[in-house]
C-alpha cells in the first residue's frame, strides 16, 4: 500500500516544476519590450489529522493537535509590474511609459465597426505609422486618444458644455464624431451672439467691441454654489478692463455682485502670441477655486486688442474703461456645445473625456477653423503628458490629441493575452481611461505623475539575477523532492522484502 510521503513528494515535484516554468518565461522575455515577469507564490497543503486537540482538565493536561502536512500547492502567480528601465531610441512614436498605466490600443479582433469596442492594454509603446497615418502597434491595432478633432470630416469637434457658460460663440458644432464648422452649413440651431456690452469710459477714446473677430468667448470648468457647494452654471458678469501695468484685466462675477469668493480674474498680457487662434487661461477667486476661460480668435486675428479696443488705464485718477457683459438675461448666456482644446482637458470631465475617445491620425496637413488655410505638416511630435502636436511651416503648432491612458485598482488581476498585451477581468477592476494632468478618475490610482517618454521604450523588468537565484532554489527543491520519492520508495521496496 503507497505511503502519503510518496504522494506528498510527487505533488511538490509538479508544483515546482510549475515555478520553474515561470521562471523560464521571465527569463525567456528579458529583452521583451514592457515585460512584467511573475513571481510564484506557494502555500502549505491542508494536514491529515491523526488526533484531535483535548482541553486540559483537573486530573489532566491539555493535548495538541496531530498532523501531517501533505506538501504544497501553488497559491499564486502573481505579474511585477515595477518599473522597467528605459532605453532611448531617437524614434519618435516609440513611447516609454515613467510611472502608472497603460496605453489603451483596440482589440486584436475588432468587430469591423467599431475600433474601441473591448480595447486591450500595454506598456510596449514601440508604435508605428501606417499608410493612412494612424499611430498603431506592431501589428496593426490602433493607439488610442482623446482626438481633438475629426479624421473624417477635418474639423474641430466639440463636446456639451461642462457648466459652461458661453457668453459668444458662432461655431455651430454638433457632438463628437459629428462636428460641423463656422458658418454653420445650413443647421438650424446656430449659438446665440453675445449682445452689446455696457460700455464706462474714463479716458479718451470710447471703448469698442467688435464681434467678428471672435468665434468663441466662454467661461468652463463650472462655478461652486456658496451655500449647497453643488457644481452650478449660475450666469454672471464678466467685466473687461485695463490694469496699471497694460494688461487686460478679465473679471467674472458670478454672483452679480457678490464676495471676493465670487470674483475670478485673470489678467492678459494682449501682446503675447496666441497659438491657433486659441486662448486659454484661468480665473482664481480669493478661495484659489479656479474657471477656465477661452477665447477663438477668426483666421487672421491675432491680438485680442482688435476684440476689445480702446479700453484704457488713467493713471491720474486710477481707473479704467470697463466694458460689461451682463449675465441677467438667461437668452445671453448658455451651456451649448463647444469647441475643444489642448488646455481644455483640466476643467473636463471624464465622461467628457471619453466623448472624445478615437484612434491617434497625423495628418499630413494642419486642420484649421478656415479650410482655404491649411498647411503642410513638417513634422509632429508627442510631449510627456501625452499631448501629441503637428508641425507646419515656420514651427506653426497644432495640439491634435491627447494619448489615453488607463490605470486600474489592482493590475495584478488583469489577464495577459500575448503579444505584451492585457484584458481587464472581474479582479482588475474597470479600467480607469483618462488624460495625463486630466481629469482623475475614481476607478483607480491617478496617472497624473506619470509621464511619457517620446523616442524611449521601457525595458523589461526582469533582474536575470534574481531570477537565477529563484531558478536554483526551485531546482534544488525539486531535487529534494524526487529524493524524497526515492526514499518512499525505497520504504516501500523494504515492505514488499519483508514479505
Same mark, same amino acid.
Given at each position: 500500500m503507497p505511503i502519503p510521503s510518496l504522494f506528498t513528494g510527487a505533488g511538490a515535484l509538479s508544483t515546482q516544476q510549475n515555478a520553474i516554468s515561470v521562471i523560464a518565461n521571465n527569463i525567456a522575455n528579458v529583452n521583451t519590450t514592457g515585460f512584467k515577469g511573475s513571481r510564484v507564490h506557494f502555500s502549505e %497543503? =491542508?494536514?491529515?489529522? $491523526? /488526533? +484531535? !486537540? /483535548? !482541553?486540559?482538565?483537573? *486530573? &489532566?493536561?491539555?493535548k495538541n493537535p496531530g498532523q501531517i502536512?501533505?506538501?504544497?500547492? $501553488?497559491?499564486? *502567480? @502573481?505579474? =511585477?509590474?515595477s518599473q522597467g528601465s528605459l532605453k532611448q531610441t531617437g524614434n519618435v512614436t516609440d513611447l516609454a511609459i515613467s510611472g502608472n498605466g497603460f496605453f489603451v490600443i483596440s482589440a486584436s479582433t475588432p468587430d469591423g465597426t467599431n475600433e474601441i469596442l473591448n480595447p486591450e492594454y500595454t506598456r510596449d509603446g514601440h508604435?508605428? $505609422?501606417? !499608410?493612412?497615418? @494612424?499611430?498603431v502597434t506592431a501589428d496593426g491595432a490602433k493607439v488610442m486618444a482623446a482626438t481633438l478633432y475629426?479624421? %473624417?470630416?477635418? &474639423? =474641430? &469637434?466639440s463636446i456639451s458644455g461642462y457648466s459652461a457658460i458661453t457668453f459668444h460663440t458662432d461655431q455651430t458644432i454638433g457632438p463628437a464624431g459629428s462636428p460641423t464648422m463656422y458658418p454653420n452649413n445650413g443647421l438650424s440651431a446656430p449659438n446665440l451672439a453675445l449682445p452689446t456690452p455696457?460700455?464706462?469710459n474714463v479716458t479718451g477714446s470710447t471703448p469698442a467691441f467688435t464681434a467678428g473677430v471672435l468665434q468663441e468667448l466662454s467661461i468652463r470648468g463650472g462655478l461652486i454654489d456658496e451655500n449647497t457647494g453643488v457644481t452650478t452654471g449660475?450666469?454672471?458678469?464678466?467685466?473687461? #478692463?485695463?490694469?496699471?501695468? +497694460? &494688461?487686460?484685466?478679465?473679471t467674472f462675477d458670478d454672483a452679480n455682485g457678490g464676495t471676493s469668493d465670487d470674483l475670478f480674474t485673470a489678467a492678459i498680457d494682449t501682446n503675447a502670441s496666441i497659438l491657433d487662434g486659441v486662448l486659454s487661461f484661468e480665473m482664481t477667486n480669493g478661495s484659489d477655486d479656479k474657471l477656465q476661460m477661452r477665447i477663438r480668435l477668426e483666421p487672421g486675428v491675432d491680438s485680442l486688442e482688435d476684440a476689445f479696443a480702446n479700453i484704457e488705464y488713467d493713471s491720474t485718477t486710477q481707473t479704467s474703461d470697463t466694458m460689461v457683459f451682463s449675465g441677467a438675461a438667461a437668452t445671453t448666456q448658455v451651456g451649448s456645445n463647444i469647441t475643444v482644446g489642448n488646455d481644455d482637458f483640466e476643467h473636463m470631465k471624464v465622461a467628457d473625456v471619453s466623448d472624445l475617445y478615437s484612434s491617434i491620425k497625423i495628418p499630413n496637413f494642419l486642420y484649421d477653423q478656415d479650410s482655404a488655410l491649411e498647411r503642410e505638416t513638417n513634422s509632429f511630435t508627442?510631449?510627456?503628458?501625452?499631448?501629441? #502636436?503637428?508641425?507646419?511651416p515656420g514651427s506653426e503648432e497644432l495640439k491634435i490629441a491627447r494619448l489615453l491612458m488607463s490605470n486600474f485598482i489592482n493590475p495584478d488581476g488583469l489577464k495577459s493575452i500575448g503579444a505584451n498585451r492585457f484584458q481587464q477581468t472581474a479582479n482588475s477592476g474597470l479600467a480607469a481611461t483618462s488624460v495625463i494632468d486630466g481629469p482623475f478618475n475614481r476607478n483607480a490610482r491617478s496617472i497624473n505623475a506619470t509621464q511619457i517618454v517620446s523616442g524611449a521604450l521601457e525595458s523589461s523588468n526582469v533582474n536575470i539575477a534574481d531570477e537565477f537565484a529563484e531558478l536554483i532554489a526551485f531546482q534544488r527543491g525539486l531535487q529534494f523532492n524526487a529524493t524524497t520519492v526515492q526514499r518512499s520508495d525505497d520504504v516501500l521496496q523494504t515492505l514488499i522484502n519483508l514479505g
Open positions: %497543503a =491542508v494536514s491529515s489529522t $491523526l /488526533s +484531535n !486537540a /483535548s !482541553a486540559p482538565s483537573i *486530573i &489532566k493536561g491539555g502536512g501533505t506538501g504544497l500547492t $501553488l497559491s499564486d *502567480i @502573481n505579474s =511585477v509590474f508604435f508605428l $505609422l501606417d !499608410a493612412d497615418g @494612424n499611430l475629426d479624421h %473624417a470630416t477635418e &474639423k =474641430v &469637434k455696457t460700455v464706462t449660475t450666469p454672471g458678469d464678466l467685466t473687461i #478692463s485695463r490694469r496699471d501695468d +497694460n &494688461k487686460l484685466l478679465f508627442i510631449s510627456s503628458n501625452g499631448t501629441i #502636436s503637428i508641425i507646419g
